[in-house]
């Protein structure tokens, strides 16, 4: 009923920059908050940005004046531009949107399939 794809990722050396989209599609009536998230190899998926509907953010602290969300509510889209990456930064990422349905009142939680970056030289 509803879809995420993200796209964009890749591979990139130190100090290089990608960015991210999510595009969400299906029988969607709004969409709140959507979010970043990244799962390396061995380790729990972590936040990595946040945004309201409104533009609001929040970012973790590692990725803090690196990394920039953004959203187009027109296209039901939102973007992560990554500057300055590290290998750290290598990851699988995730997008997440609480999206209202057609069929569902509520706002409910969907993910996408993933993309991976990966940093290194």
């Known amino acids: 009923q509803v879809q995420l794809v993200e796209s964009g990722g890749g591979s990139v050396q130190p100090g290089g920059s990608l960015r991210l989209s999510c595009a969400a599609s299906?029988?969607?009536?709004?969409?709140?908050?959507m979010g970043w998230y990244r799962q390396a190899p061995g380790k729990q998926r972590e936040l990595v940005a946040t945004?309201?509907?409104?533009?609001?953010?929040l970012y973790a602290d590692s990725v803090k004046g690196r990394f920039t969300i953004s959203r187009d509510n027109t296209k039901n889209t939102m973007y992560l531009q990554m500057d300055s990456l590290n290998p750290e930064d290598t990851a699988v990422y995730y997008c997440?949107?609480?999206?209202?349905?057609?069929?569902?009142?509520?706002?409910?939680?969907?993910w996408g399939q993933g993309t991976q970056v990966t940093v290194s030289e």
């Open positions: 997440n949107a609480a999206v209202q349905t057609r069929r569902l009142a509520t706002f409910t939680g969907f």
């Open positions: 299906g029988s969607i009536v709004n969409i709140g908050a």
């Open positions: 945004i309201t509907r409104g533009g609001n953010t």
